[in-house]
Nanobody
Framework: VQLVESGGGLVQPGGSLRLSCAAS????????MGWYRQAPGKERELVAS???????MYADSVKGRFTISGSDVENSLLLQMNSQEHEDTADYYC?????????WGQGTQVTVSS
């Protein structure tokens, strides 16, 4: 099973993008799903996550601007990014954590620039 992200691209500061992630097959026993990002020269960081026992969590840098949503039944994940800032420029990765293993997408690039 592979995770495929889409929706990345170039956006101006203050603009919006929506990232999508879909699994190529069925993934069961999902604990949580999330979005990570990695900017050039920096470590990968958790942006937002969702679980069906604990709700959602966001990195402080994106609170109030990003919204994560998803379905553990459909194995899909979205990240709505509003009021984007230069610091949001990074490769964004979809992640699914199950009881047995974790899955990563190949990443989609987001560039915030005027």
């Amino acid at each position: 099973v592979q995770l495929v992200e889409s929706g990345g691209g170039l956006v101006q500061p203050g603009g919006s993008l929506r990232l999508s992630c879909a699994a190529s097959g069925m993934i069961s026993s999902i604990n949580n799903m999330g979005w990570y990002r990695q900017a050039p020269g920096k470590e990968r960081e958790l942006v937002a996550s969702i679980s069906w026992g604990g709700g959602t969590m966001y990195a402080d840098s994106v609170k109030g601007r990003f919204t994560i949503s998803g379905s553990d039944v459909e194995n899909s994940l979205l990240l709505q990014m509003n009021s984007q800032e230069h610091e949001d420029t990074a490769d964004y990765y979809c992640h699914i954590n199950t009881e047995r293993r974790e899955y990563w997408g190949q990443g989609t690039q987001v560039t915030v620039s005027s």
